[in-house]
């Protein structure tokens, strides 16, 4: 069994490879494997946005997310910086700055040391 932390860097505008994390994801665990969270940077964080809305003729992303952090507890781990600069934000950043939060329930604002605590905890690095 390996434990495995999953980077997310690629836009959902690109929903193949979000779908690829998340597929990965369930396949890891459905073989016995861990998950310890998943991490979103770079563009990666706009998978995060609540206020995106997807076509209907695509996978709706944040929806298969939700779901996997609902079905196993995974966190999903935003990295504030880049989520700030991208304008997703959490609860308390946005009162902050007087702003609407739009960072979905089912992710976690979080930082460098989150992902540097998740690499340290697992066996392998899978990025999409």
Request: glycine residues 8%; hydrophobic residues 45%.
């Amino acid at each position: 069994m390996q434990t495995f932390i999953i980077l997310v860097s690629s836009t959902p505008l690109a929903p193949a490879n979000g779908l690829k994390a998340i597929k990965f994801a369930r396949a890891a665990l459905s073989s016995g494997h861990q998950v310890h969270s998943v991490f979103f940077l770079g563009d990666g964080v706009y998978h995060g946005n609540s206020l995106t809305l997807t076509p209907s003729d695509e996978t709706p992303l944040l929806a298969e997310w939700r779901q996997l952090q609902q079905e196993f507890n995974i966190p999903l781990i935003n990295c504030a910086t880049a989520a700030a600069r991208r304008g997703v934000l959490a609860a308390m950043e946005a009162q902050e700055h007087g702003l609407t939060a739009n960072l979905d329930a089912a992710f976690i604002a979080g930082g460098l040391v989150e992902l540097v605590k998740g690499i340290s905890q697992s066996d392998r690095v899978v990025r999409f």
